[in-house]
């Protein structure tokens, strides 16, 4: 079942939103060759709590961290540990947030230093196809409009699509309905009516399209072993058009004042 949301609910989806948005800049500031994910977890756990906010993954379905964090060929779900980011790696941030009884959820994918071109390539893409996807996510389209789209942009471009995982509502919920994959048919899935909020989340494989899950029963990670990259946004459908509620405006900002990511 769909709930859709009044605009009044939508500006609290907007303030956790922006604070999810807030706190992956502020992990963003400290990333750098030689720092454990783990000390990542802990900035960005402590900023959601220093604003009011609880970390949405802590405790979900027994998620032990506040954060995900997924490096090269990790896709989605990492966890946070002693793992040591090095140059040239690229690390997936994804963070949500619980802020007075609403939910927000925003994932980036970092570069660790300087990164080989191809990675580049796979940030940029996968980045771009984000935006394809919300830009589809009008009054009247379809949830396979948003998902051909970001499928077809990617696959042009020489990457592959994650189909194990998929974007989805959220509101009171971290994960509402509908699902919101990153593939399938135009003109297919349920219609997009005004107060729908999802959490678009394009997971692309620089290699093929297959994911297994770690023997820690969280982490999923390219079959292939290539390099993966993952973008989301919280996004609301309204009469103007797609409305972004996070933003990658504060990463931005983090980035260009940190040295070793871009
Ligand atoms: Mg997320
Ligand atoms: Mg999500």
Request: overall charge negative; proline content about 3%; glycine content about 10%.
């Amino acid at each position: 079942m769909i709930f859709y949301k009044t605009a009044e609910e939508i500006e609290f989806i907007r303030n956790s939103s922006l604070l999810v948005s807030r706190a992956l800049a502020e992990v963003g500031k400290y990333i750098k060759p030689g720092i454990t994910t783990l000390s990542l977890d802990k900035i960005g756990d402590e900023f959601i709590r220093d604003n009011r906010g609880y970390p949405a993954f802590l405790g979900y379905r027994g998620f032990p961290n506040s954060l995900c964090i997924s490096v090269n060929e990790q896709v989605v779900h990492g966890l946070p540990g002693n793992r040591i980011l090095k140059e040239g790696d690229l690390v997936s941030i994804d963070c949500g947030v619980l802020l007075d009884k609403f939910y927000g959820d925003s994932a980036f994918t970092f570069a660790v230093g300087e990164i080989n071109e191809s990675k580049k390539e796979l940030l940029n893409v996968t980045r771009a196809s984000l935006d394809i996807g919300v830009n589809q996510a009008h009054i009247g389209k379809r949830i396979g409009d948003i998902a051909s789209a970001i499928q077809q942009y990617v696959e042009r471009n020489g990457f592959s699509v994650v189909r194990e995982l998929v974007g989805h509502g959220l509101g009171k919920k971290l994960h509402e309905d509908p699902e919101v994959p990153n593939y399938g048919k135009r003109g297919s899935g349920s219609k997009l009516m005004e107060g729908l909020v999802i959490a678009i989340e394009p997971m692309v494989n620089m290699g093929k399209k297959g994911v297994l899950q770690a023997q820690d029963g969280w982490t999923i990670y390219s079959e292939d072993n290539s390099p993966s990259a993952h973008f989301e946004h919280t996004v609301a459908v309204t009469k103007a058009g797609p409305e972004m509620l996070t933003t990658f405006d504060f990463i931005e900002e983090a980035i260009h004042e940190n040295a070793f990511t871009r």
